[in-house]
Structure formats: C-alpha cells, structure tokens
C-alpha cells in the first residue's frame, strides 16, 4: 500500500460511504473495506476507511471491533485517525460513542479529542452545545422515535457524558468564528482543566473547515463526516496530499437496477413514498409474515424477476412508526430488526443472480447485510449523489455499483436521482 494518510473507523456502513464522499471531495484518493481487512491492501490511496457494524452492538463489542480496526490502520503507516459516528449522535446512556472513544484515546496514548456530529448540508447543527436538524432540537425530531437509538436529549455535553468517565467540555460557536487557533487554544485549555473531550459547536461549512484546521495536529478526530471537511487541507498545507482531479473516477458498471429499503426513517418513509406516487413497480417485506414463516424472499424475487429488464423495481420493509412499533411489541426492536435484514440481504443475493448490478441500498443495518450478502469487500468512492450519500463500485464476487444511504439522508425523490447518476 502506498502512504496512507488518514485511517477512518466508521460504525456503520453508510457512515463510511458518508465519511469517504467528503474525503474524495477533498481530493483524497479514498477506500472504504468492509469490515477488519485480513491483511494489508494494495491500493493507492491517501485515506481508508473501515466500515463496521457496532453502532448497536453491545459495547465491549464495539470496542473490541474498533480497536481490531486501528491496529490494521496503525499498521498502515496512518498519520492521523478519525472515529465517524452518524450526525444525529445516535446511542445510549450505555454508549457506544463514549466507550469507543475512550477506547481509542487509551489505544493511541492521546489526552484529548474533539466531537462534532454537525452535517449543515444536511440540516444537522450545533448551538451552544444542542444538536439541532434543521429547526428543530434532535429531541423533538424523528429520532426520538428511532427504534434502536432514540435520541431524547439534544444537549450533546450532556449525552456524551453519560458514556465516558472522562470529563466533556464545550467549544461555542462564538470561539470558532475566530478561527483555527482560537479554537486550538480552547482546546488547550479545556485539556489543561482535565477535560477529555470537547463537543465542538458548528452551525456552517466554514465552521467545520475552521474545526478540521483546528484538529491538525489531534492524533484522534471524532464526529460526523462533516468536519471532516477541513481534513484534507491540513495534508495539503504539509505537502503530503497532492491535488487529485480524478479522486472521485469509477468505472462503468452494465447490468440491471434496484432500490432496497429497510430503514424506517422519517426522510426514507417519505423516498418510498415518492416512488409509490410516481406509480414505479415496489414489493413491501411485512416483517410479521416473515416472522409467520412465509416466504417473502421467494415471492419477491419471482416478482421482480420479469419486471427488472424494463427497469429499477423497489423492495422496502419501511414503515411509519406506528407500525414499527406494533412490530417490535410482538417480535421485539432486535428481533424484528434481524428478520428484515436477512430478508433483504438474501433478496440482494437474489437479485444479483437475476443480473442486479446496480443496488441503491437505503438504511444503515440493511446497508451492511445488503454488501455482506452481495460479497463485496471494498468500495472505492466516487462522486456525491447528494451531501453524505456517494456512488461507490464494490469489489467482490462480482463488480457492483451501491448508493448506500442513512435513513436519515436523501430528499423525496433520492432513489430517482441516485439511478440516473449511476455509474
């Protein structure tokens, strides 16, 4: 492997997608694996990232995973490392933010990191230490209804102080708009107070390019893919990273389309909406029949199979949280979850026998069955379908190309956008 300059941990699937778009839109030459690799990789670029699946494991799991993934990057000559967590803060009292971070600092024999979820394109902010999407406070929003991680606090000193014992300072807007070394020197202080971390406030684009120039020197990053912005400059201000046009090229990938949606986010119910209205072929996965023993994988590939050569057809298990809720009451949130995943990742197995070479995934968890199932073991990162969700062309069994989408991401009409500027 060439001097890779960044290695990036990410706690899901899409997280990583996300994370590597806004790196190869820095120009960085950009891989994301999935999962530990099992040896070094011969590839030429400047950052990899590592996509796991601990964003709901328990979380000795998660750390045991996390550090698994920093040896490999430690190994890789890495000069700088960044933990990527979703721009809604999605965890618990119980973690896993808190513990994986921990666990990184010990690892890496670092003092202090900054935290910042903040995605402004994408209607995540911070205020005064509050994470807010779009108008409203992460608490009054949709995900105060996600069924594995709901958030019911906005106050994000407050959140990620549940999850470590090391004390969580506050860095606010009005230091940041002074610059890099204003926010620099308020990291100094609150390492110097005994503070371990710093929730970093961020209401622009400029304030997480002031943030990333800020993190220079910062052995460890962690936050959202947004902050990640100002990363690649500082490696080009060193002379490390030289411009690269071609950071987003992929290859041409012929063969037929498909949608498959699992995630039952607020943006996501209203994509699968949005091709239900436009009258386009879609197949719905009830998880209470799948749990009834019926065989929803068979039908819906007998389905789709005579409707795929006149185009994209949709799959989805999304649903509005009424429903998801009457679900979980009879199979339980894991439960329930596990089913659709294993439904999904068998229709893309599918799918990719009936000639699918081009999958737009919607949801996390089903992101990552979705690649496991389809064999694919790294994505190189191509250009932005919308701000955190890029084409990618997965390497595997067999040449695939995957739009791999947050629930949370996306306007209504995403998954008609992401097929016309498929690869």
């Excluded at 970093?200 to 959202?224: K, P, Q, Y």
């Excluded at 065989?295 to 009424?322: C, F, H, M, R, T």
């Excluded at 197995?349 to 992101?367: H, M």
Aim: hydrophobic share 45%; charged share 15%.
């Amino acid at each position: 492997m060439s001097q890779t300059l960044l290695g990036c941990i990410a706690d899901d699937f899409t997280g990583g997608t996300d994370l590597a778009s806004m790196l190869v839109r820095g120009g960085m030459r950009t891989l994301q694996v999935i999962g530990v690799p099992s040896g070094p990789i011969d590839a030429d670029v400047d950052a990899v990232v590592i996509a796991l699946k601990s964003r709901t494991l328990p979380a000795d799991e998660a750390v045991a995973e996390s550090l698994a993934a920093l040896r490999w990057l430690q190994a890789a000559g890495c000069r700088q490392y960044f933990f990527k967590y979703c721009s809604t803060f999605d965890s618990t009292a119980q973690g896993n933010i808190g513990p994986v971070a921990d666990a990184l600092l010990d690892a890496l024999k670092a003092p202090f990191a900054l935290a910042c979820p903040a995605f402004p394109e994408n209607q995540r902010t911070l205020f005064n230490g509050h994470l807010f999407v779009g108008d409203t406070l992460l608490s009054e929003s949709g995900m105060r209804h996600h069924p594995l991680t709901p958030m019911t606090d906005a106050n994000l000193v407050r959140v990620l102080q549940q999850q470590t014992p090391r004390k969580v300072g506050l860095v606010r807007h009005a230091t940041v708009v002074q610059g890099a070394d204003a926010v620099r020197q308020a990291f100094s202080e609150l390492q110097a107070d005994g503070h371990g971390y710093a929730i970093v406030d961020a209401i622009s684009n400029d304030d997480l390019t002031t943030i990333g120039e800020a993190a220079r020197d910062a052995l460890l990053v962690t936050g959202g893919s947004g902050v990640a912005i100002g990363l690649p400059g500082n490696f080009k201000r060193a002379g490390l990273l030289p411009d690269a046009a071609c950071a987003a090229a992929l290859p041409h990938v012929e063969g037929l389309a498909a949608v498959l949606s699992g995630s039952c986010s607020v943006a996501t119910n209203g994509q699968v909406a949005a091709w239900l209205d436009s009258g386009r072929p879609s197949f719905a996965i009830d998880p209470l029949q799948l749990a009834d023993g019926h065989d929803l994988v068979s039908k819906a590939l007998q389905w789709a199979a005579p409707l795929l050569p006149n185009g994209p057809v949709l799959i989805y298990a999304s649903a509005q949280p009424e429903a998801v809720k009457a679900v979980q009451a009879r199979l339980g949130a894991q439960a329930a979850g596990e089913l659709v995943e294993r439904a999904l990742s068998q229709i893309a197995a599918g799918l990719l026998e009936l000639k699918v070479r081009t999958f737009v995934v919607a949801g996390g968890e089903t992101s990552g069955a979705v690649v496991k199932a389809l064999g694919v073991d790294a994505l190189r990162i191509g250009n932005s379908i919308t701000p955190g969700v890029p084409w990618t062309v997965g390497h595997g069994r067999t040449t695939v190309a995957l739009a791999l989408k947050s629930g949370n991401f996306g306007g209504p009409d995403f998954f008609a956008q992401a097929l016309e500027l498929a690869p």
